[in-house]
């Protein structure tokens, strides 16, 4: 498709189970980012991506949470041994890198993640 | 640290009103970039802005124009001749350019309903 593809759409774990989201960004696109969204809340960054390295780490929240990207394009963000506090929509972005395409960033629909 | 700040939780606009959404930044950068994103109840993020802190001239796209006084940090989105569609999360986001990878931070938010 156009567009920023997440997968699932919706996810429902027990506590103490591993995740995996799935982010497609659009093709072409080299930077990718990783954000959280609590109820009501505004945006939280997790991590960024240039290509397949990941120059930016700060916003991952603990140990528990990684992400990996592979070939330039897909990426997945693992949370492992979930706690009910991760529960949030995980939104993921695509943009340019360079010029000022750079400064716009497709957004997917998010997974929303309920850990019970 | 690069902060924004979004003092309005909820506005009311009356349909076919200019309303404007208040956003306050923090940064040591130079040269940075400033965005408006919509988040309609759907969830999905849309790009609406954009202004570069080298920007000579006020952004306009349309109905939204971006108010921008660099020397109080402030950079407010107008939108002129509100719809009912125009309901929605407006959150007020930064990059900066200190590093040679860029980090997107968004404010908390604005809720915005459009009155018939």
């Known amino acids: 498709g156009a567009g920023v593809s997440q997968s699932p759409s919706n996810k429902v774990t027990e506590k103490g189970k591993d995740v995996e989201l799935r982010c497609d960004p659009i093709?072409?696109?080299?930077?990718l980012y990783w954000y959280r969204q609590s109820l009501g809340q505004g945006l939280e960054f997790l991590i960024y991506f240039q290509g397949n390295s990941a120059p930016d780490k700060s916003g991952l929240p603990s140990d528990r949470f990684s992400a990996e990207r592979t070939g330039g394009s897909v990426s997945t963000l693992t949370i492992q041994r979930t706690q009910q506090e991760d529960s949030a929509v995980y939104l993921c972005?695509?943009?340019?890198?360079?010029?000022?395409?750079?400064?716009?960033?497709?957004f997917g629909a998010g997974t929303r993640l309920s850990v019970l | 640290a690069q902060k924004i700040t979004q003092t309005q939780p909820g506005m009311f606009v009356q349909e076919k009103e200019a309303v404007t959404l208040d956003c306050t930044y923090d940064?040591?950068?130079?040269?940075?970039?400033l965005f408006w994103y919509k988040q309609p109840s759907s969830g999905e993020m849309i790009f609406l802005i954009y202004q570069g802190s080298y920007d000579e001239q006020n952004a306009t796209e349309g109905r939204y124009s971006l108010n921008f006084q660099k020397a109080r940090k402030s950079a407010n989105l107008v939108i002129s001749a509100s719809q009912l569609g125009d309901s929605a999360m407006y959150f007020c986001a930064m990059r900066g350019s200190k590093t040679s990878y860029d980090k997107v931070i968004f404010g908390p938010g604005t809720s915005l309903s459009v009155i018939p």
């Open positions: 940064t040591s950068d130079q040269s940075y970039g």
């Open positions: 972005a695509s943009s340019h890198t360079s010029g000022i395409a750079k400064n716009i960033q497709y």
């Open positions: 093709s072409g696109h080299t930077a």
